[in-house]
């Protein structure tokens, strides 16, 4: 995948994450607010691969 394909799911998960948090929490599901966490630090990792990928180019 390119780098653009990676920095955008990594947006999508970050939002999904940030979504399912609120919703955990306001509902008090420390389970679905533990799993909105977790999508979140994928979106940033996805984030992070893509802009190493842009740096270093798509060929990795």
Same mark, same amino acid.
């Given at each position: 995948? /390119? &780098?653009?394909? =990676? *920095?955008? +799911? /990594?947006?999508v998960? &970050?939002?999904?994450? +940030?979504v *399912?948090?609120?919703?955990?929490?306001? @509902?008090?599901? &420390?389970?679905? %607010? %533990?799993?909105?966490? %977790? @999508? @979140?630090? *994928?979106?940033? /990792?996805? @984030?992070?691969? /893509?802009s190493? *990928?842009?740096?270093?180019? =798509?060929?990795?």
């Open positions: 995948m /390119g &780098e653009l394909t =990676d *920095k955008i +799911k /990594g947006n998960n &970050e939002a999904i994450g +940030k *399912k948090e609120s919703i955990g929490e306001h @509902q008090g599901n &420390e389970k679905l %607010a %533990a799993e909105g966490e %977790a @999508q @979140q630090a *994928k979106g940033k /990792g996805e @984030q992070m691969k /893509g190493v *990928k842009g740096a270093l180019g =798509d060929d990795i």
